[in-house]
């Protein structure tokens, strides 16, 4: 194994001084942007080849060149090569070696080419992977919900408002409000990819270049689908990059608002679920303790995300064009927020695929809270009350059956009668939280064919059989 421990500054020319080794150490980014090897590599290699197709330099400079760089990418591939944190970034340490290896040759690399715009296009190259892989586990996550949600289909819970018992609803349809969330997520990503995928190189510095490279064959061989048009723009734009996190920092919204649930149903004062032995913790002093650790710290890591947004829009707030040194701080946020939002999605869906539902205690808890008094009152609009005067009765009617501590599906219709003569013995079809909810006919709703057709639609789009 080699280690590539010093470089001298290959824009040092102008200075009659080097660096004072405090303020070198401050400036390096080598440790974070060793993260770009592979797509610092892949993009010298199309800048290479397209500099020898153009005529810039000779077809068997650029053979050299290609052939030493496809070596030096193997060989940091496999550990032999390590560039030490003394480097200046990983864009000169990579053309240092280079040169080191083939000569003043090494030198042709950085023909009509910037590190502004190269380290644009390795930010857009790394990010166009992330985004794919933050996709994948989002899908993965929306099928671990989906089976949940075919596996409970014919359970009813208590559906909350304001953390009140509200109305009876399918476990499934409440379950497959995470699957249609977790999917536009997808969406925006996919949506942010777009954006991404414009190639900066050839903009140089900021101002573009005098030799006639072709920054579209660049951008055709490393699969963009597209170029920067404006090379200001090309080289000091982070847009793309606040525009994930922004995304990001949705997803860990999201997962925070899961991890919530979970926790609040895993205490006993709820009890509707409880998590393996996999996915929990105990106490060091309390042994009776199981505690939803992983869905906590899911729950905790949601604010780093949202860092690395308010970071990132902090550094490019009062940047002039074109570039600025700020721009090198935009690394921490963006492997923070990427990281962090990759492992939190990992981490729920195995909690998911580790939880299981009571299903005796969600039963017993749809008869507490009156959860059917909405279809009450419209079953009093059916029988031609207004709804104003439907809602008055049936508030009364609760409150008569929580004065004497008796469930609505437990009055009897006599007792009815006295509240509205319009209450008739199809009422009690009503008042039974588990069929009230195949009264539900609107699109979208919580009926058992509602669900049904949910569950269809999205086992065909994340292709489950």
């Known amino acids: 194994m080699s280690e590539i421990?010093?470089?001298?500054?290959?824009?040092?020319?102008?200075?009659?001084?080097?660096?004072?080794?405090?303020?070198?150490?401050?400036?390096?980014?080598?440790?974070?942007?060793?993260?770009?090897?592979?797509?610092?590599?892949?993009?010298?290699?199309?800048h290479v080849t397209m500099l020898g197709e153009c005529g810039i330099i000779s077809s068997e400079e650029a053979a050299q060149i290609l052939e030493t760089l496809t070596q030096i990418g193997d060989e940091i591939k496999s550990g032999v090569l390590i560039f030490s944190d003394g480097s200046?970034?990983?864009?000169?340490?990579?053309e240092d070696?280079?040169?080191?290896r083939i000569g003043t040759l090494g030198g042709k690399l950085h023909t009509a080419r910037s590190r502004n715009d190269q380290v644009a296009l390795d930010q857009r190259l790394y990010l166009r992977k992330a985004i794919t892989r933050l996709s994948s586990s989002l899908t993965l996550l929306q099928t671990s919900f989906l089976q949940k949600a075919d596996a409970y289909r014919e359970i009813v819970i208590p559906g909350y408002t304001h953390m009140q018992r509200a109305q009876p609803v399918l476990l499934a349809h409440h379950l497959l409000a995470y699957v249609s969330m977790l999917g536009r997520d997808v969406e925006r990503l996919n949506d942010c990819y777009k954006r991404v995928n414009h190639s900066p190189l050839g903009a140089a510095d900021f101002g573009g270049t005098s030799f006639p490279i072709n920054r579209r064959a660049v951008a055709e061989k490393l699969k963009f689908h597209d170029i920067v048009f404006n090379?200001?723009?090309?080289?000091?734009?982070?847009?793309?990059?606040?525009?994930?996190?922004?995304?990001?920092?949705?997803?860990?919204?999201?997962?925070?608002?899961?991890?919530?649930?979970?926790?609040?149903?895993?205490?006993?004062?709820?009890?509707?679920?409880?998590?393996?032995?996999?996915?929990?913790?105990?106490?060091?002093?309390?042994?009776?303790?199981?505690?939803?650790?992983?869905?906590?710290?899911?729950?905790?890591?949601?604010?780093?995300?949202?860092?690395?947004l308010m970071n990132?829009?902090?550094?490019?707030?009062?940047?002039?064009?074109?570039?600025?040194?700020?721009?090198?701080?935009?690394?921490?946020?963006?492997f923070e927020m990427i990281d962090t939002t990759t492992d939190c999605l990992s981490m729920m869906k195995l909690v998911i695929d580790n939880t299981i539902f009571k299903t005796e205690r969600l039963k017993a808890a749809l008869h507490e809270g009156y959860l059917t008094a909405t279809e009450v009152a419209d079953y009093l609009v059916r029988k031609g009350e207004t709804f104003r005067e439907a809602h008055r009765i049936t508030g009364e009617l609760v409150g008569h059956c929580e004065g004497n501590k008796i469930p609505l599906s437990g009055i009897g219709l006599f007792e009815l009668h006295s509240f509205s003569s319009k209450f008739e013995t199809d009422v009690f079809d009503f008042l039974d939280p588990e069929k009230s909810v195949l009264l539900k006919i609107s699109e979208g709703s919580s009926s058992h064919e509602s669900v049904k057709k949910q569950l269809a639609y999205w086992k065909n789009k994340l292709k489950i059989d």
């Open 5 to 46: 421990k010093e470089q001298s500054p290959l824009w040092g020319g102008r200075f009659r001084k080097p660096l004072d080794p405090a303020a070198k150490k401050f400036s390096s980014s080598i440790p974070l942007d060793n993260r770009f090897t592979e797509e610092d590599i892949a993009g010298s290699i199309a």
């Open 88 to 94: 200046e970034d990983i864009h000169l340490a990579i």
């Open 97 to 100: 070696e280079l040169t080191k």
């Open 231 to 308: 090379s200001i723009d090309a080289v000091s734009d982070r847009d793309y990059l606040i525009e994930l996190a922004s995304g990001c920092s949705i997803i860990m919204m999201h997962l925070s608002r899961i991890a919530e649930e979970l926790i609040l149903w895993s205490t006993v004062e709820f009890g509707f679920i409880e998590m393996d032995d996999a996915v929990s913790t105990g106490s060091s002093i309390m042994p009776q303790k199981k505690n939803p650790d992983i869905a906590e710290l899911i729950r905790g890591k949601t604010g780093r995300v949202y860092g690395s």
């Open 312 to 334: 990132l829009l902090t550094i490019m707030k009062g940047l002039p064009l074109a570039y600025d040194r700020d721009m090198q701080c935009d690394k921490e946020p963006m």
